[in-house]
């Protein structure tokens, strides 16, 4: 089993509301857990033909700094700007191809079905959607870098 398995097994997790997941085969065995709302994290991975030790554990989620792919601009006084973030791990991409414009730009109105986003995630292109009415403030991640599950791709001012 290699990474692309345990990230696709994440992902059936958090599609299906699972907290709890564990798997033994032959030579492997892998027990995955997590708290509401966060991302599971492989507590044990044991390999059986290997010398036996502890089994070790393995975080599948860091968390990476997220640097402004846009300066911030000045926000006008109103609601507090909601967060539009990445629901898996994968490459976040503004356009649907190099040669077309961005989705969205700050300052451009959205609504819960525009699409701002993509992730490709496993050769997969996953449209994101907004899901939220307001405006665009912030672009916090560059296009074409790796996001992770739960990180903020989007500071939207509510409307």
């Excluded at 609504?111 to 992730?119: A, G, H, Q, S």
Aim: glycine residues 4%; contains cysteine; aromatic residues 6%.
């Amino acid at each position: 089993m290699d990474l692309k398995d345990i990230k696709a097994i994440i992902d059936l997790m958090r599609k299906n509301n699972l907290s709890e997941f564990e798997m033994e085969r032959q030579d492997f065995k892998i027990k995955l857990k997590r708290a509401a709302g966060v991302a599971p994290v492989a507590e044990e991975v044991s390999y059986y033909p290997a010398a036996p030790a502890a089994p070790a554990s393995l975080p599948l989620s860091v968390p990476a700094a997220a640097a402004p792919a846009v300066p911030p601009a000045a926000a006008p006084a109103g609601p507090p700007a909601l967060e539009i973030e990445s629901p898996m791990i994968g490459t976040f991409y503004r356009a649907p191809s190099p040669e077309s414009q961005p989705y969205v730009e700050v300052g451009s109105e959205v609504n819960p079905e525009t699409i701002v986003c993509l992730i490709e995630a496993m050769k997969v292109m996953n449209e994101i959607k907004a899901e939220i009415k307001g405006v665009v403030t912030h672009i916090l991640v560059e296009n074409a870098k790796p996001v992770e599950f739960g990180q903020p791709l989007f500071r939207i001012r509510p409307t």
